[in-house]
């Protein structure tokens, strides 16, 4: 049985993350987030090797826990259910993991790919986002019955940009999500979805 890490590494993301939104990305140094975590400086580099794959690591961690509710949303058997429910599911991670939406508000992918531009962390980031793409592809499918551009269109604007785009601008300010805002935004995703493609 292996022994238990005495410092995590979710401490040191968490550190990092706090660090990051309450301070700004100049103040999560290594040294900070050490400090901020109780882990010794060097368990931090031999844990990440440098600042900037620390920094994709928390991303990539925060990418994952955002994916794995609206992929399994849009895996309903209605699909009219499960694209409301997968924009419904932006929303909900918003709410659960509110330090985890706004990191992914502030960061790009293509910054952290400049930062990282090869390895093992650049390889991942890269292909992140792949389950969601087949996950909308065949949502497309399944509510317009083919998976032309206007039909995959259609189902991104419905299940992604809607809900991430009237949740963003809360994030980005740190603001609490409005209480109105799901059933608004259910109805204009409903709305979206509906209407003839």
């Not at 939406?101 to 790009?108: E, S, T, V």
């Amino acid at each position: 049985m292996p022994r238990p890490q005495v410092h995590p590494t979710d401490a040191m993301l968490d550190a990092a993350r706090a660090l990051l939104l309450e301070e700004g990305s100049r103040s999560a140094t290594m040294e900070a987030i050490a400090k901020a975590s109780g882990a010794p400086t060097g368990s931090i580099y031999h844990r990440f090797g440098s600042r900037d794959e620390l920094i994709a690591r928390l991303w990539i961690r925060a990418v994952y826990r955002s994916q794995a509710s609206f992929v399994a949303a849009m895996e309903r058997d209605d699909p009219r259910d499960a694209a409301l429910a997968a924009g419904m599911s932006i929303i909900d991670f918003c709410e659960e993991h509110p330090g985890d939406a706004q990191l992914l508000a502030a960061f790009r992918r293509e910054d952290l790919l400049k930062a990282i531009p090869g390895g093992a962390v650049a390889e991942e980031l890269a292909s992140l986002n792949r389950p969601v793409e087949r996950a909308v592809v065949q949502l497309a499918q399944r509510l317009y019955g083919k998976r032309s551009r206007a039909a995959l269109d259609r189902t991104l604007l419905a299940v992604f940009d809607l809900p991430y785009g009237a949740a963003r601008r809360y994030l980005i300010s740190g603001s609490p999500l409005p209480s109105r805002l799901r059933d608004d935004l259910r109805r204009a995703v409903a709305a979206v979805i509906d209407a003839p493609l």
